[in-house]
């Protein structure tokens, strides 16, 4: 019961960055003519598999409102806890269960937190992963995520082999929701 109230409290206190992801089509509503545009979210589309729609250091929130905690292999429609501690934890051996699935992936993306990318890393990982006909994209997690949920929702067979960032960046927009969600708090409704 303590770890679930510490867990609890690190949620909290923890940053969390939602990934947005949309797609525009063409709308056939009453008015069709040019410019008419609707858009979907493509975390709110069932047939599209599993995205990722926010992240912290704890972990990774998915589309079916899963919550994932530490580093995870993704893919399109399962998830799995990954062994890895940090980026110093990828070899060959924890990258081994991409290579024996069958259908091969096309591509696999591995998102490394937020640890600075080294060229005889990526070297090292994409050298692996071509002795077994695999692409693969080392990215922070991040541009991981995004990756991942645009090759998903377009239908490719990908994976993601996914470390939660240390630190995570504050933006402008970022406060401003924290404002904002700080302000409602103390809002009171009138009788």
């Not at 709110?44 to 926010?54: C, M």
């Not at 079916?64 to 806890?81: E, I, K, Y």
């Not at 933006?171 to 009138?190: A, C, G, L, P």
Request: glycine share 6%; with cysteine; hydrophobic share 40%.
């Amino acid at each position: 019961m303590q770890s679930i109230l510490g867990l609890r409290s690190l949620l909290r206190s923890t940053s969390v960055r939602n990934i947005c992801t949309g797609l525009t089509r063409l709308s056939t509503a009453t008015y069709e003519g040019d410019g008419k545009t609707s858009v979907t979210i493509l975390n709110k589309e069932a047939d599209v598999g599993l995205l990722i729609n926010s992240y912290s250091q704890v972990g990774f929130r998915l589309s079916n409102d899963m919550v994932v905690l530490g580093p995870m292999a993704l893919f399109p429609r399962t998830v799995l806890s990954w062994n890895v501690e940090s980026h110093e934890d990828i070899n060959e051996q924890s990258l081994s269960l991409f290579a024996a699935l069958e259908p091969k992936v096309d591509i696999l993306i591995v998102g490394i937190g937020d640890h600075p990318m080294t060229p005889a890393f990526s070297k090292k990982v994409i050298s692996f992963m071509a002795k077994h006909k695999i692409n693969v994209e080392v990215l922070n997690t991040e541009q991981a995520c995004a990756t991942f949920n645009f090759l998903n929702a377009e239908g490719r067979v990908v994976a993601a082999a996914l470390i939660p960032p240390v630190t995570m960046r504050i933006n402008e927009d970022d406060m401003m929701r924290r404002q904002i969600s700080k302000s409602k708090t103390f809002e009171v409704e009138d009788y």
